[in-house]
């Protein structure tokens, strides 16, 4: 969904994804939880859905976003120039999407799902599953893990090789070798390419301006 509309708004086919591995989005993957747990049983109301969801979505998206430059030291998106935002990290025209994709939710997506699962119980081993699960478990793990850290390393060499005092981030520091090589910045910059980082003066500034010469999108559309 965030592929198409950035597909629709920029002329883009770019990365949406928030680990290193795999279109995993954390804000939606706990986003749903949170509006799953909470609004459930609400699900006979389109109103109650949509206007908990706003409240739920936009919670979860403001503390991701706080949480995020917190640890990581990057904006990850940032609305001020959005109508009705709260600091820059949710607005009025996202709060109204968290709305109806609540309803989406709790409607239909979650109830197939669920479907799906009580399958899957019916036909496949406890065994099987439980493995299925351990694996899927340690994936993620080792995906946040190491997206974590070649973050950190990102961000240091940035901050080095571009002479950016970012807030946070010790330039002094020496970045592991191997992560250079192995995460270099067209590849951090491909997976993150709306990525925001605060100066010790507290500007925004965006990656993609300072690292102009390097490609940031798989495809744009219109060009020659």
Known sequence: METVYAIFTKGMLESRQSFLYGPFCIVYGIAAIAIIVTLSKYKKSNVKLFFYGVIVGCSVEYLASYIGELMFHVKWWDYSNDFLNINGRTCLYYAVLWGFLSIILIRYVNPALDKAIDFAIDKVSNNLLKLAISLITLFMTFDGLITC???????????NEYNINING???????????????????????????????????????????????????KFGSK
């Not at 850290?149 to 901050?159: K, S």
């Not at 010790?200 to 690292?211: A, M, P, S």
């Open 169 to 219: 981030i010790d330039a002094k520091e020496v970045g592991d070798i191997y992560f250079g090589e192995a995460f270099s910045n067209e590849k951090m910059m491909m997976t993150y390419p709306n990525m925001i980082v605060v100066n010790d003066k507290g500007e925004i500034i965006h990656l993609e301006t300072v690292l102009s010469d390097v490609k940031n999108y798989y495809y």
């Open 149 to 159: 850290y070649a973050l950190d390393n990102f961000l240091v060499r940035v901050a």
